[in-house]
């Protein structure tokens, strides 16, 4: 991978993971509200995010945050991305991770998506880093299903906008609202 595509991969990924502390704070203190992933609520959303970058990502760069905070996961996300971007930008530390860097990204969107439903915030992902995903799921699609990511396909129309065709890939069904309690 050049290092063009490479510093293109970060920015996506950095990108990603805004959208995604938009998702956290959006959720404010409402982490037992449902969302429409398989993970569970928005606060088992994401914890599932927080355990997947740490075993994936800084414990095999050797980095984790310093005691990041349990109770306040806007700051346990913080202090993620505070450790990881550093590791990644440094000489070599992307080489033989970009495919996992690109899934994350995806990942971390799709995720970010399920909060600000599951806080009943209305979001559009961003159509650039919805197309890579979607074009990424479906290069690597044996691979995500055996790891159970696109499992649950959803039908969307080919001809629906990439949001909702890569939401549909992944299982969620783009008109999902959080129940009204």
């Not at 959303?45 to 970058?53: E, T």
């Not at 990502?57 to 996300?77: F, G, N, Q, T």
Request: glycine share 8%; charged share 25%; aromatic share 6%.
């Amino acid at each position: 991978m050049s290092a063009d595509a490479r510093g293109a991969l970060l920015v996506e990924y950095r990108t990603a993971c805004d959208a995604f502390a938009d998702g956290l704070h959006a959720v404010g203190d409402r982490w037992d509200a449902a969302s429409p992933a398989k993970e569970g609520n928005a606060g088992q959303v994401a914890d599932h995010v927080f355990g997947f970058h740490e075993s994936l990502l800084l414990r095999p760069l050797e980095v984790l945050p310093a005691d990041p905070p349990s109770d306040d996961r806007v700051k346990h996300w913080d202090a993620i991305v505070g450790a990881l971007f550093p590791a990644l930008n440094a000489p070599g530390a992307l080489d033989g991770r970009e495919l996992l860097v690109g899934v994350l990204a995806t990942d971390v969107l799709v995720h970010s998506w399920d909060l600000c439903r599951a806080a009943a915030v209305t979001v559009s992902l961003d159509p650039v880093l919805c197309q890579s995903g979607y074009d990424r799921a479906l290069a690597n699609r044996e691979v995500l299903e055996e790891a159970g990511a696109i499992e649950r396909h959803n039908a969307v129309s080919d001809d629906a906008p990439i949001e909702e065709r890569l939401l549909g890939l992944f299982g969620r069904n783009p008109g999902w609202c959080c129940p009204v309690s």
